[in-house]
């Protein structure tokens, strides 16, 4: 699949400039940029295992942290530099959504069918579920409840603040994990896993750098163009920008890397699910668009960390229902079932919002 | 006590029919059709039991699991042909916190009075934990927050939408439960006490077949013309459609089984409590309160699936605190205290509101 | 530090009472009171605590529950007395956001600077994590939610009768704890520390007794002059009714024993920390503010347990991030600055809003 996917970018970028030149129609250059975007983020994604790899963990576990959602940051700026505040806020809550209910609902239940039990570290799962109650139920909560009856000014210092301490707490649990609590409260096979990834990297350090930074121009590319085709496809399909956020753009980023996650279930990693599920949420939301909001500082319009309520309300059911299936450190078809469900639910309300 | 609510229905009957011949006082019909109902529950249920022995497992738990709450769906669909669409909702709300708090809450504590530690299945609460809240907080909460300014006919779609995936939900459930991982996650007591339980049907397979249809008949008869005094008993003591949904409707068609948990409580067979109060609350929740949004299609008014504000955070603060005292996989009387606590708390919410 | 603050509280008070003979300016008197306070505080509390020992377990386990926070309700009485509900109200908040967030967060913290893993007792952190959801989201959530539609009567009504049912089941925890499972679910730790303590009270008991009526009587004073600076301070600072209440008052009544639990932490003697963090939290929400709102029923104008919603949304993630992280009877020092985050995020929030 890997091959398919290079392939793909390969031809995608072109195909997606000669659009751009001939001026396609916006709904058919919308799903090339979409399947472009696809291809990308997956060479970018190996790309930066490849690398990682080559440089050793410390300098690698960073460049995952950093690059991981490079595609995400990429899209987001270019949205945000569109003026489409809502979409950008949507495109998050629709990555974590995906992550938390789509790609571990998958992983579980495919992994399900083949094993009984499918099991995790325990102690990784509670600290990660600690994680996502901060990040999703404290750090985005608040400023909604806060800011009804707040100024613009005040909701985008107290945006600004927090994110800062979102940034900051991310660092230290990248210290924690990686410093000072190194396989303290790992599992095993993750331990054992990144022993035999480190064996292969795809490609060589100079050639992944290539690589990296052609992809990732292209990646800049081909979202500048994406989103502004957002209205048009809108309008054509009757879907509200929150539905194109939440259902589409916050897909795309992740799609490559959400069938990896079920590939792994597939052979009963699961800290490698939980890793991508779990880890990835809290990398979006502690990093990725902490530094966004950052960022729109030096833009006009800003934007504040304020979801809309049916956003919220989505990310934190998801996580109390994620927390409550994962702290067991044990996972099921039935698990992957509820996850998938709770996800289809999200999806009809969004669509008819 | 099953023989006097034998004798109960079999009186209850005839004498709810000459006071509808003879219109006696509508608050005075009121209770005799309550304390006939209750009756008619105990009958129904123990003929379900009956039945579902001499029918074997697979088809008992068929059995169980459809018409465990025959007499919650009649009441409801006789409130639902009155037009009462707001009652039936609050029965169901009634329903599971009735289940979730005054059933657990009561078997905790008068278990908790004779043995100071009573212990039940760790995963099986679990699993129970993680669907109730995807029943609960996702599947109802999503309507309420996203069909604020959507419109009836939307609201009523994304209503069916969220039904049909409970429902299924709820048959994999059954199926995880039955067949794929049976036994997987069961504590020991409740594999030994449903072998107990088959050696012993109360009635005969024809017979109890007999009793199960006249009794559905006669519950069908009653509800019918209990649904019409609400107006007057609600309008004579100053009760809102509300309190009588939650606190009058949505326990008489548990009453019985209620009495039953609580017995089990004092006999230390812990896994059938949680079964009564947790297994009932999702059957409701997944199962009777979903077909019957979905049959309200063929009426009018259709009954979309959007609980009060109250109601809300009156099932999900339910369902935070009973995951939070059973996941530990322990019951003692302080536990049992605070769920009558809670229930009460909410008792004085809803006589006010 | 004990005997600095001995000596602060000997110098404070008749600082207090000079300055308010010679009218000196609010905002100095307003950091005279609070430090005054703070030292009086401390004061109080060692006084019960050399009481307790010398009276024995069970009237000592009393006096910690009834005087553990005296110096928070002397100042919530003033308060209430001068009208001051909103501040009231906010300091209860402040001291559960405070214990819960502050307190644990720096406990664990700077315990985990020491300790690679703090371990203190699951079953009695599962318990604490239980009554937390009890008392902040049932019992502080439902007022809000329910009264929205009232009439100030009934609100009233409710709350009082919630308060009765906190105050219950207050006295209920106690006779669990100490009478029917006394150790049943305690850590090691607990027990050792408490022989311990036992055998040094500070001081005799007719000393103890003089000095915890001088201090209380001095609290009194300074609490009943501090009242009257709030507005002056506000205005002068730009601070909000809410924040003062938070983020001030609700600090004062605890700062000494606060500075204990973070030593106990230090002294990696977990169980004490919980107890300050988590105990102290209860017996404020269940038995301080109930007996308040009680109280308040003999004023004008009346407290009832109605909090603002970012007060609501504040203790309810506070209490969902506190037991994630707790019940797995495991700290860090990651834990603690997850805590320390969620706290400034709320205080930036409480400054703004």
Partial sequence: MNRALTILSIIGVPVSVAGVIFQWPAVMMFIIYCLTIIALASVIGRGTDSLAIVMGPRIGGLLNATFGNAVELIISFFSLKAGLINIVLASFTGSILGNLLLVAGLSFFVGG????????????????????????????????????????????????????????????????????????????????????????????????????????????????????????????????????????????????????AVYMAYKNKMEAVMEIAVGSTLQVAMFVLPVLVLLSLLFSPRMPLTFTMPELVGMVTAVLLINMLSTDGDSNWFDGAVLLGAYIIMGIGFYFV
């Fill in 113 to 260: 069918l083949k094993y009984k039990r499918q099991s995790f570290a325990v102690q990784q799962a509670r600290h990660n579920a600690g994680l996502l109650i901060f990040a999703v139920i404290v750090a985005f909560v608040m400023p909604v409840v806060f800011t009804e009856t707040m100024n613009k000014q005040d909701t985008m210092v107290m945006s600004a603040g927090i994110s800062i301490i979102l940034i900051l707490l991310y660092m230290a649990a990248m210290l924690f994990k990686f410093v000072t609590h190194r396989g303290v409260y790992q599992g095993k096979d993750n331990a054992e896993e990144s022993k035999k990834e480190e064996e292969t990297p795809e490609w060589g350090k100079v050639k992944a750098m290539i690589i990296l930074a052609t992809a990732t121009i292209a990646v800049a590319y081909v979202s500048d163009h994406l989103v502004d085709t957002f209205e048009v496809v809108g309008a054509k399909f009757g879907l509200s920008e929150l539905f194109i956020g939440v259902m589409i753009v916050g897909i795309i980023g992740n799609a490559a890397e959400h069938v990896s």
